[in-house]
């Protein structure tokens, strides 16, 4: 297969659709105009004017064997004849059974059980409930708070924007939120504890104990869990944290009988090279949630899995634990998700990730040759671009913001890719950043196609920077 050139890319329109209140009987997003995709093939989609893009988010991160898998579609059709549905509230189903047996293999050591949703907000939902009941029964009837940390992202339910979460997205509903606390982010490019840059990157120690005053301000007694993402996903372009940061939040989480719920609705399912990014540190949360990269884009999956301290404690509690969905445990979503599973184990899909990942991080050093990029970070195939104004100082992008973003989204398409730019990370609304998680099947030869189309993106970025 030869690399692709930007000169091969079909040049015609972008396929746009009028989403206007009198276009379309969607409630859509946005009431605006939209690029329209209409099928999909491996790290390809394709919009209604037969335009082909580079796939390099995966969908929303999420399509991690690529699109159109066909043992997936028969997966879903068998199950569909079989048993499309049934109620968990009267029944347990023979797939949720085995997706979960599949999960066990799956997951870390010493996690066992998968509480299945039908995505992340709902699992980060769960987890935080989860942790709630947990210390009731455990005879801390007043551990309810959840700590967060700044520039991060749980979902979008009420619940889940209580712990940060991105400005924009809180900003109309800060008024029905509890407001709480949060610590500082484990982000070396701009640590303001770590003393610099390279201490915060290789050990991430003194921003991880600001995690012990949080706790102590608000008073350990009511503190239920600390949510953090292992790997930053939107909020901030897949910003690492240092060596040491996980094993010193362990280490505080212990001291305060507080519960770390690693959020991995992006970062697990092998986006960065390992099944979940906590196991880069060898440390163990005491519950994971993940989404995403579960159904793949097949299925709205979703799946919270406590370790099995936690998971006793509902073992032995009558009424189990309050809380579920209609669509919970569903077989159809269960089927799908463990066809997913047998497919990235048959494919090595986890160690194509990390090999493929490597080779890409690699290459993203390259972006440091247009003057507008601060940073470049990531694992795995979960990979980031700071860029700022002033490389020296850091100072963010002159004419930075959502307007920017969008002209980059813009360009991007023109150049046959997909990206995912987001901001804010250097006070909640300056900074910005674009995330690429293509998916985790890609050969070689494709990521250098992307870096092709990704290149091109950014000199006409820069160009029109100037
Ligand atoms: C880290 C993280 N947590 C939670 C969520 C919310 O997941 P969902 O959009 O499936 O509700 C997302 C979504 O982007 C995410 O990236």
């Not at 907000?121 to 009941?133: D, F, G, L, Q």
């Not at 005879?139 to 700044?150: L, Y």
């Not at 998700?337 to 993203?364: I, K, P």
């Not at 006070?427 to 070689?444: A, C, K, N, S």
Request: proline share 5%; charged share 30%; net charge negative.
């Amino acid at each position: 297969m030869t690399i692709r050139e930007r000169d091969d890319v079909d040049e015609s329109e972008v396929a746009k659709r009028e989403l206007t209140l009198e276009g379309t009987k969607l409630f859509p997003r946005a009431f605006t105009e939209m690029p329209e995709i209409v099928r999909g093939d491996g790290a390809y989609v394709y919009d209604s004017n037969g335009n082909e893009y580079f796939d390099a988010i995966a969908g929303n991160q999420c399509s991690n064997i690529g699109h159109g898998v066909s043992e997936i579609a028969e997966a879903a059709r068998e199950q569909i004849s079989r048993l499309e549905y049934t109620s968990s509230v009267l029944f347990v189903n023979d797939r949720s059974q085995e997706f979960a047996e599949k999960m066990a293999r799956f997951l870390p050591d010493g996690f066992e059980h998968t509480w299945m949703v039908s995505g992340g907000s709902e699992a980060n939902e769960s987890a935080i409930k989860m942790a709630r009941e947990y210390h009731r029964e455990t005879g801390n009837p007043e551990k309810h708070v959840v700590v967060g940390r700044q520039l991060s992202y749980h979902g979008n339910t009420l619940g889940t924007l209580q712990s940060a979460g991105m400005p924009a997205r809180r900003e109309p509903f800060v008024p029905m939120l509890k407001g709480w606390p949060t610590a500082p982010a484990a982000y070396p490019y701009r640590c303001r504890y770590c003393g610099d840059e390279d201490e915060c990157a290789e050990r991430g120690a003194e921003c991880a104990k600001r995690l012990e005053e949080r706790i102590r301000d608000v008073g350990p007694e009511y503190v239920s869990a600390f949510i953090a993402e292992p790997i930053v996903g939107a909020a901030n372009a897949a910003a690492v944290p240092g060596d040491d940061y996980f094993r010193i939040v362990r280490e505080i989480c212990d001291e305060y009988d507080v519960l770390w719920i690693a959020d991995e609705v992006m970062s697990g399912m092998g986006r960065t090279g390992e099944s979940f990014a906590v196991e880069h540190w060898d440390v163990a949360p005491d519950i994971i949630t993940s989404a995403k990269g579960m159904g793949a884009g097949y299925t709205p999956i979703g799946g919270t899995m406590p370790r099995e301290h936690v998971a006793k404690v509902f073992a032995e509690k009558e009424d189990g634990f309050s809380h579920g969905h209609t669509y919970s445990f569903n077989p159809t979503s269960s089927a799908i998700a463990s066809a997913v599973l047998d497919y990235m184990a048959e494919h090595d899909v986890v160690e194509n990730a990390r090999r493929v990942g490597e080779y890409t991080r690699d290459r993203f050093e390259e972006f440091y040759e247009y003057e507008f990029v601060g940073d470049v970070r990531g694992k795995g195939l979960m990979l980031g671009v700071e860029f700022v104004g002033d490389r020296e100082t850091k100072e963010p992008l002159e004419g930075g913001g959502p307007e920017f973003r969008q002209q980059l989204l813009e360009i991007a398409l023109s150049n046959r890719v997909t990206v995912y730019p987001g901001g804010g990370s250097v006070d909640g609304t300056r900074g910005d950043h674009v995330l690429v998680t293509p998916p985790l099947t890609i050969t070689e030869t494709q990521a250098d196609e992307m870096m092709n189309r990704l290149h091109a993106t950014f000199e006409e970025v820069d160009s029109r920077l100037r």
